[in-house]
């Protein structure tokens, strides 16, 4: 019996022995991290975004462009971050276990997602109309071919109110919805008008003007009457050319509608409507400009028009 109890307690020595022996190991390194970050385009938090390894979504922002992977296994990625509208960007990041790793993502938008086209014709009675053209604001996004037809290939996503013109017919204004990556279609009837007005206006050397601006702040302010009217010191004339006064011409489309006077003034009746009127001259760069020409009595009066011409290089 005193045998029995002697090996009992050699047994329960040893045993407890080994506990001790094994409670002093270290524990297994960890094997998994963390990664966090922001998914931006410039300083705009993107949502929604997904961070992806090899085709697997890993994550999504939040509202703030926010996003957190736990528990990824140790190793190199190449990560890519994804929003619609926007460019992929793919970044390589090492996650090393038991560290919390931030990685950031700024994305370039992707210009071709964001826009769509828009095609068309103008037409009256039945004929397509040639010139015609579609006006945006103070810009000419299209002119029409022999047929009437027109199209905008790039147009950012949007709404717009535009307008289709041609000589001799009422302008049309009209509201189109353009969709990224689709293409919307109009298709315009234009009334005939023939109702006169007159458009004025004289040819400025831009940079003389600007010349002026620094001497005389005040001429930002002037209408487009007022400086036809008064003296800035850099109209293209005689005055301040002499002898070589260089010719100067209002074109729209092809046509030749006038040429301006030794004083570098202009002045013509047309229909009225809304036009793009291109300025040239010899020794400089060719402008245009968008003007819409009202009818005689009218509470604004007449339209005016100058253009402002930067030398040639």
């Known amino acids: 019996m005193k ?41 705009l938090g993107l949502y929604p975004a997904t961070i ?8 999504h922002t939040d509202t703030t462009g926010y996003y957190r992977i736990d528990a990824l296994n140790a190793g190199n990625y190449l990560l890519t971050a994804s929003s619609p509208t926007y460019l992929d960007t793919t970044i390589e990041v090492t996650i090393i276990g038991g560290q919390v790793h931030t990685l950031n993502f700024n994305l370039r938008p992707d210009m071709a997602a964001r826009q769509g086209a828009l095609l068309g014709t103008i037409v009256s009675g039945g004929s397509g109309l040639y010139p015609a053209y579609i006006i945006w604001g103070d810009s000419l996004l299209a002119m029409t071919d ?7 290939e790039y147009m950012d996503a949007g709404s717009y109110q535009l307008i289709a013109s041609a000589v001799n017919f009422a302008d049309t204004t009209f509201e189109v919805s353009i969709e990224g990556m689709n293409t919307s279609t109009v298709s315009l009837e234009l009334k005939s008008d023939d109702t006169m007005g007159w458009l004025l206006g004289e040819f400025q050397d831009d940079s003389l003007f600007q ?20 003296a800035t010191g850099a109209t293209i004339q005689f005055k ?35 036009y793009p009127f291109t300025g040239t001259c010899n020794d400089y760069q060719s402008t245009t400009g968008i003007a819409t020409v009202r009818p005689e009595g009218h509470p604004e009066g007449r339209t005016y ?3 402002f011409l930067k030398r040639e290089e």
């Open 146 to 152: 022999v047929d009437g037809s027109f199209g905008i």
């Open 3 to 43: 045998r029995v109890i002697q090996y009992l307690i050699i047994l329960i020595v040893l045993t407890g022995m080994g506990c001790n022996r094994q409670s002093t190991e270290p524990d297994p390194p960890p094997t998994q991290g963390t990664l966090q970050g922001t998914v931006i385009s410039d300083t």
């Open 305 to 307: 028009l100058n253009f």
């Open 52 to 59: 992806s390894w090899e085709g697997d979504v890993l994550a």
């Open 240 to 274: 301040t050319m002499r002898p070589f006064v260089p010719f100067s011409y209002v074109y729209l489309g092809d046509d030749s509608l006038t040429m301006a006077d030794q004083w570098g003034q202009y002045g013509f009746l047309i229909q009225c409507g809304t």
């Open 211 to 230: 010349a002026e601006l620094l001497e005389n702040p005040d001429l930002a302010g002037w209408t487009a009457k007022e400086i036809c009217d008064a």
